[in-house]
């Protein structure tokens, strides 16, 4: 996810983001101007944002000043020119009380703002960093253009005040809200990283003119959609601008794939990735040790596999413990880029020619692309897709409206591959989605659960050719060993694991089963849709089919005889499938839409084999809960079953 999250609280402002965040992560000396300490770390002066701003006397665009934020974040939610109003009060006879309270917003209040982090995609960054002065421009204004959208995006359908008895009712605020945006160039590794700080203030008007509070739950809520938005934003303009397009790529094998720009090859990419190694290498010693502690008794502390919901925290302890340090030294930014490209050359791999015309490298890439892939969004089997994968991929199949509005702006991102769509599409697939395939099962109490967004909704099929979720294999034995000898070449292993040492075992991830869902549903909108319908949908999968750019051609097909020979005993495949095996190899999951009904049946067999080889691993665990009671467990780790919901969690090297 590209947009992190996180609260200000009125300390925070002195303690972190008044003497590092204004000055690009920097360390700003003492009793130094804050614009000077932004010129001397090479950074712009903040800026601010959004529709609010008339209500405070300020313009969009003007410089933000120290005492400005110091009132706003800082002061427990005061008027950004509150030392000038409550001079004039007192120089207009008023008492200090009177004073002080005219240069309030509203009630004072803790929680003084949130912190958006924007960064757009690896490849679009490293072709701000290494392209000329007009490629950096142009991706510069696309990023500011894209944060302005989701700012008015989120001004409009997703701020909410709250007032009445225990916050029930709601309202917009209708004059907007107030932002600051910073702008910072790299990441604590001193990777080249493009990222803006929008301290959004939760300050607003109502109706009356009166200030409140904005809910910031209703922020945390809307994240994963409004990155949705962003990432398509700023890719679709950067590609429009630039003749580029995009393509899905898999970071996390299981995971999502990321829609990144064509032709930017992988190794610059991971030559970026130092803190996400650093990260990797401490989160499988942090693994190691939760699924091997246990209490007093000896008995296992936690659940015995390592969840999605286990790893999120795991991956967050791992983040913090190999956090570096502050930058000393600030430099321009014309001698960051030039840095850049020199470690680039030097240590990614990569040849000097290629890192030298890499926006030529990726034009080429593009035109590949474009000449094979034609722009069909087809809302209704979007609208299947949609649904199928936020059925899946949320606890218990239950969803609300915005886990399928981010779901469709991913999903319009993967199929116009970086090119921009007509406003109110994404709005268009979840209204279909909802009326063709979900069940409203709201049961409000409140007047909150009466508003659409919060309507809770679930699939109106049931997905039968998918067999239920695999239970955990059991936990395994600290001493045992993987066996010297397993007939098969050693796969990789991760980082910081030895040989001979087993691998932490994990809950299987739920995306590749919400992409086999998606099949399901699309056979099933097939089969009872007439020859015309069912054509169509054919053409729109076949315009989908694109390959990477380095393989413009079409993958060569698996060996038949290999999938149709018996494997041998001990060493069964779990998905032993020709569309799964396209899917893992190319780092894509438009392969998995080409899925017939025959290869799902196989694919059933298997998850079936599958889960009945976990029922078994677990049998001891199962005998042992039914004769004794469970011993306590973390109240986070008792949930580890569930997948995890999609919301605010930290992306890759953001180092804040």
Known sequence: MTVDIRVIRAGQMYRYYLRQTVVGDGRRPARTPLRAAQEQAGVPAGRWMGRGLAALGLAPGEEVTESQLRNLFGERGRHPYADRIEADRLAQGASPKEAFKAGALGRRVTVTGVDFVFRPQPSIYLLWAF???????????????????????????????????DGIYRVRPPGGLVAARFRHYEARSGMPLLHDHLLLSVK????DGTWGSVHTTALYENTVAASALYNELVAAEVCEELGLATEPRTVTPGRRPVMEIAGVPHELI??????????????AELEHEYVTAVDDNGDPKFLPVVSERARAKLERIAARKTRPPKKEKARSLAQLRADWKQSAIRTSGVAATIINS???????AAAAIRARV???????LA?????????????????????????????LALVLRGRRRDPGLDDQVVAA?????????????????????YRLYTARWALSDLPARCRPPAAPDPERRSPADSGEPPAPLPPGQDAGE????????????????????????????????????YDVVAHQQAAMPEQLLAPEPADPEHDDQEQEPGRREALDLTAVRALRDSRTDVEALDLTAERLRHLQDAFTAAADRAHTTMDRYTRRDDAEPPHPAHGDDQQAHRPQEPGPHRGRDAGH
């Open 374 to 380: 034609a722009t069909v969004v087809d809302v209704v």
């Open 383 to 411: 609208a299947a897709d949609v649904a199928a994968t936020v059925f899946v991929m949320n606890e218990g199949g239950r969803f609300h409206r915005r886990h399928l509005l981010a779901e469709a702006r991913r999903h």
């Open 433 to 453: 989605a909802i009326s063709a395939h979900c069940l409203d099962i709201s049961e409000p109490k409140t007047v909150r659960g009466l508003e659409v967004g």
């Open 358 to 364: 890499l926006l030529e490298h990726a034009r080429a």
């Open 270 to 283: 991971r030559w970026t990735a130092r803190r996400s190694n650093q990260i990797a290498t401490c989160l």
């Open 204 to 207: 607003g008007q109502r109706l």
């Open 131 to 165: 392209g000329d002065e007009e490629i950096r421009l142009v991706i510069e204004a696309a990023h500011e253009r894209a944060i302005v959208r989701v700012l008015e995006w989120i001004e409009d359908e997703v701020a909410v005040i709250r007032y009445g008895t």
């Open 502 to 537: 087993w691998e932490a075992p994990h809950i299987p991830l739920q995306y590749d089963r919400a992409v086999l869902a998606g099949a399901v549903v699309r056979e099933q909108l097939r089969a009872s849709t007439s020859t015309a319908v069912r054509g169509r949908a």
